[in-house]
Every structure is written in C-alpha cells, then in structure tokens.
C-alpha cells in the first residue's frame, strides 16, 4: 500500500489577515519525499479562495528511524499582488488585557489580625496616600482596513484635526459601527466607547485607488461608578477618568487615623469627534 494523507478533522484555521493552514497525517510510508507527495495529493488547491503557498514542516511521529507515520503542515496565502476591492472593509485585532491604575478592590474580603482597620477596599493605603494597584482590564485593540476610490477620499485635514486644538486622540461622539465587507462582522460602540489611535494610508494604486488603514482602542461604559466612603459618581464613559480627593479621618474601630476620600471628580480626557468622517461605518443616535 502506498502513502495516505489525511487532514485533521480540527486543523484547519483561517485568520483575519488573509492566510489560512491546517495539517496532515500521512501514513504507510518511511520516505520523506513519498509523504510529501502523498500532502501534495491530498490537500485542497485552495483555501477560502487562497491558494496553496508551501507544504511543510514534515515532522515524523515516533522513532525517526523507523516510523511509517508523519506529521505535515499545509499553508495558503492570496496571490502576490492581490488586490482588496474597491470600498472592501476589513478588520481585524483582537480583545486582549490593557493596565490600568485602580485604586479600588472590587470586593473587599478580609482585614487581619482582628480589629485592624477596614479601608473600605481602597488599595495600598499609606500615611500619605492611596496608591492603588495595577490590574488588567479587557479592551479591544483593532484595525479597520478600507479602499477608498480615488474621488472619494477621507480628507486628511478633517481628520487631524477631529480633536481640535488640543491635539489628543478623538473619541465618538455618538454611537459608531462598522462592518466588515468580506466576513460580514460588526462592530458597534455606544457614544465614549471608541478612540481613534492612529490612520496610515499608502500610495494610489494603479486603478487610483488608497488603502487607509485606522487603528482604534474600545474601551466599555461604565454605571454607576462607585467611590468608597463617598457613593456613586454616576456613568462613566469608557475613556473618562475618576480620582479623589482624601483627608485624614479618624477610624473609631481600629483607632488611628486613616486616609479616606472626601471628594470625588469626574473627568473627560479626550475630544468628542464625528466618526463619520473617517468613512468607515455609520454614526447616528
């Protein structure tokens, strides 16, 4: 019997950047180059319309000296110098962890030994200050590719100056969404949610048309944020700041002076902007 090749039932993945691999297992064969062509033999010509780029690495299972089964992985990619459509949409990026200074639990456990001073779960307490902690928050970091015809390009004057004077990175102004043309994911933020990182644009194609490429940091409204020792401050949009004010107050159970806030303040730290001039999606109450 000659070689066999057989995809994993698991193995195919297709990213958002436009590749695409999966994986082989051949079997009835000692010979590397017959379990390469056995890959070959089997494996689709294309992909989610990309074609086959390369075959390997081959890696057998077992003892190499003797093994008759391999491991083979398959990789696809578009052709050299494909070109996204006119007005095409694509993103791509990822949820992932963003540091944040906090000067809160999010519940307060235990204080040792006993009668030691509650803090109310305000973090690293010191004779002068509240310092608080790192943590890690989710946010979303994505980038939005669009094609823009040549007659219907973003003006660049618009956009740099979307945060006016300030020179800060924008935020929506109202709710924003945008889709993606190919796998038809969307992406929609209330108003606060969305600040715009950064724009890179390439070169007119020979058809005239331009890439722009926009990167953009989501970060989730929050209710009825909660200050110990003062209460809620209210909603808090998803780029906007809270600190506070503390003072030495005096703890009756664990009889010593501590600090506490006393005031709390709320503040906006970017420009609101119309998103809609970037072109990519549709802003609207």
């Known amino acids: 019997m000659g070689a066999t090749a057989v995809e994993i039932g698991d193995a195919r993945r297709v990213t958002r950047s436009r590749s695409a691999e ?11 180059t017959d379990a390469l062509d056995a890959v070959l033999s089997a494996a689709p010509a294309s992909i989610d319309g990309m074609p086959l780029k390369d ?36 993103i791509s990026g990822e949820i992932a962890a963003q540091k944040q200074q906090v000067f809160q639990s999010l ?3 235990d204080d040792y030994p006993t009668g030691a001073c509650d803090y109310k779960g305000l973090l690293n307490v ?6 608080g902690a790192e943590v890690d928050v989710w946010g979303i970091q994505f980038e939005v590719i669009k094609v823009f015809a040549d007659a219907e390009l973003p003006d660049l004057a618009v956009i740099l100056y979307l945060s006016g004077t300030g020179g800060r990175t924008p935020v929506n102004a109202g709710p924003f969404s945008v889709t993606d043309s190919e796998t ?6 209330a108003a606060g949610e969305l600040r715009l990182l950064g724009l890179r644009f390439g070169r007119a194609r020979a058809d005239g048309a331009v890439e722009f490429s926009y990167s953009f940091l989501a970060s989730p409204n929050r209710s009825e944020v909660e200050i110990p020792n ?20 005096w703890d ?10 006393v005031t709390a303040h709320t503040e906006q730290m970017y420009p609101e902007a119309d998103f809609s001039v970037l072109g990519l999606g549709v802003e609207g109450p």
């Open 22 to 32: 999966t994986v082989f297992l051949v079997q009835d064969t000692s010979d590397e």
């Open 107 to 109: 519940v307060h456990l």
């Open 230 to 249: 003062i209460g809620s401050v209210g909603d808090l949009k998803g780029h906007e700041y809270v600190w506070t004010r503390n003072r030495d107050q």
């Open 126 to 131: 010191t004779d002068d200050a509240i310092e």
């Open 55 to 90: 075959v390997g690495p081959l890696e057998p299972i077992g003892d190499p000296t003797e093994t008759l089964r391999w491991r083979c992985g398959v990789q696809y990619a578009p052709l050299a110098g494909a070109l996204r459509a006119v007005g095409s949409v694509t």
């Open 184 to 189: 038809g994911l969307s992406l929609s933020f």
């Open 252 to 261: 009756e159970d664990a009889h010593i002076t501590v600090k506490r806030p």
